[in-house]
């Protein structure tokens, strides 16, 4: 039987600096030092008589330790800006430091990359960084999410919750996602090492897509959740195995329409039976469905329930069901399926199968815990309005401005002698260190070149939407007024077509 190998020097050797200097300044022995900073009582002994070094034993590494933290901020800062470092880029960037610095390095000349195993310590030494895969975020996105609106919408958040006396399971969320009958999202499988493509059963190359409309409360309840299917005509088969009060509705796209949100909202007031003593706030999106319908209007005003939209491009900030539910519930819904197509050979999953495969994944999911982090994590529920820290605006709060085109911004940097170091001086998360002898990251790429990248005016402008109550009163009246207008639109374009 193999023995387990002894490790020598686990210590931390700022922590044995910290002992040697308690020692020598007689403000320990050497017991107590030992037990304090977990290093044993011989090896302070022999360092503080000897003298010995704390520095690491072993060969020195090709970048020094101040170069590779700041290469390490300035990772984090790219990924900041939404300009992610892929792998291959940090090995650039180390054999551009190591060669402008003139460090002796032993990465290839040829490709011009540092080495994998390079790759591989840098990431050991750095555990606050690791590859994570990205989601896309369009523009208008990150121009969304600024202090102003997310105050905006603390502030009417605020006012509703003084009206329900802050009662937690008063305070419900809806969102609708998509579901298909072709599962998206694959598990990692053991296959032989070095195949070109490993490839996992799907029950067609383009699925046919059901809405489920989700809606919970800060306190884990949850409503039964509505189906929208893409046909004209409702089948009673379709709902078998979904979950108990459900209900289901159909549309040729398979989306959520004004008045099958209306449907769902006389649903949603049947089981949780607001009134004007007992109000209810619900928190939704800026999606059509939801704020351009006056019937909506009608019923909540009648029936006790304060609507508050969420700011617009912010809810993959702030909405609860994005942050803690949508994503666990495709997770289990692409499980079932595997399991289904493994369980069932031959057959392909429709229309007639998603509420039955949907219904466990959805019963894993819908849980008090997950609920209560969907609302704690964005602050609304305990309400925290300091739950986003400063540098989570940082990037929207830059000044806008047109930038080369991207292609422009994927060539080769300008040359070392023509870049400044003080370019990137203004930055918060990320400072180039100016006292380092080294030439450093923002040296060859500088982050200056990485501005968002904003398009050129054109003449027609869309309406900016904004967080709001969409029961108030204004909003009611602008509403009727655009519908109006919209209306005349229409018949007089029609007037012209004919």
Known sequence: M???????KQWDPKQMKLAVEAVKNKEMGYLKPSKVF?????TIEDYVKKGASVNPIGRKPVLPKELQ?????????????????RGRDIRRLAFQLASKNRLPNPFSRKTELAGRKWMRNFLKSHKNLSFRTPQGISKATVKGFTPDNVNAFYDLLESSFEKVNFDPARVYNVDETGLTSVQRKHSKVISFKGKKQVAALTSADRGSLVTVVTCMS???SFVPPPFVFPRKNMKAELLDGTPAESIA???PSGWIQTNLFTQWLQHFVKFTKPSKEELIVLLLD???SHTRNVDIIDIVRDTGIIIVCISPHTSHKLQPLDLAFMAPLKTYYAQEIKSWLKNNPGRTITSFNICRLMCPAYQKCATAEIAANGFRKPGIYPLNRNVFKESDFLIEQQRERTSRPIEQLRERMPPLSTVRLEETAHLHTY?????LPFFTAADIEPLSSYQQIVRPNTTRKSRQGTTCIITSTPYKEELQKSLVE??????VKNKETT
Request: glycine share 12%; proline share 4%; net charge positive.
């Open 38 to 42: 977990g290093i044993p009582k011989t």
């Open 69 to 85: 933290d700041d290469l390490a901020l300035y990772c984090l800062e790219m990924d900041r800006r939404y300009y992610g470092i």
């Open 249 to 251: 509705g159909c549309h």
């Open 486 to 491: 919209r209306n005349r639109r229409k018949s």
């Open 218 to 220: 800060a306190i884990g």
């Open 431 to 435: 400072k180039a260190e100016s006292h």
């Open 2 to 8: 193999p023995r387990k190998g002894v490790k020598h």
């Open 286 to 288: 800026g999606h059509y």
